[in-house]
């Protein structure tokens, strides 16, 4: 069990919080996490990209010249995919890219991620994110107070906060996720997390629950 210590938005220590990365995933495998993370990576390709074959390109469809007696090579059409203003000869048509992995898989990978978090230090708590009304200001004044304005940082809190959101989504390499909507891309991509001790109770609840046997 490990005690990680939680601060105000003032940098103070105010308490200590315990827990134990291995509660949420007693290994990591990297493998997993690897393929958890291309399939949320490849799921965010639009895949609506198209070009125009030789029969859709404008252009005449007249022999370009006699067929024999110029010492060229024979050539029937200005739209052959090997000229210049041709057709591409392998024309892309869209398509869809996404797929998924097995729910199962895609907690665990999630679980594994925060305990990797854990395990490397690179969760700082705080004990409370609240805004009266959203403040990018204050917001870069709490992540500065921390430590946390020289690196990436995802900001995660119990539920959806507006004004967290509001406050953080203007600040370069700051992302802001609740807990309920954390997956193992969210969590790893970013350097540092920085969340509240409700949100941490949030996971952990969440992951509780992932882990329990299903029912038919």
Do not use: C
């Amino acid at each position: 069990m490990a005690s990680l210590p939680v601060y105000d938005r003032h940098g103070k220590e105010v308490g200590t919080y315990e827990i134990d990365h291995t509660e949420l995933a007693p290994r990591v495998n990297k493998q997993l996490l690897h393929d958890a993370v291309v399939m949320y990576q490849t799921n965010l390709r639009q895949g609506t990209v198209r070009t125009k074959n030789r029969s859709e390109v404008a252009g005449t469809t007249k022999k370009m010249y006699r067929q024999k007696g110029t010492g060229n090579a024979r050539a029937g059409s200005r739209r052959s995919g090997i000229r210049r203003g041709g057709g591409h000869i392998h024309a892309k048509r869209p398509k869809d890219w996404r797929y998924r992995l097995p729910r199962r898989a895609l907690q665990v990978a999630t679980r594994m991620a925060i305990a990797s978090k854990l395990a490397d230090d690179q969760v700082t708590l705080i004990d409370d994110l609240a805004f009266e009304a959203p403040k990018t200001k204050d917001m870069a004044a709490i992540l500065q107070t921390l430590g946390l304005h020289e690196t990436t940082v995802l900001v995660t809190t119990a539920r959806h906060d507006e004004n967290v959101f509001k406050s953080a989504r203007n600040i370069r390499d700051v992302s802001v996720s609740p807990a309920v909507e954390l997956n193992a891309l969210v969590v790893l991509a970013p350097r540092r997390i920085l969340a509240t001790t409700a949100a941490m109770d949030a996971i952990r609840a969440r992951l509780d629950r992932s882990s329990a046997p299903m029912t038919e």
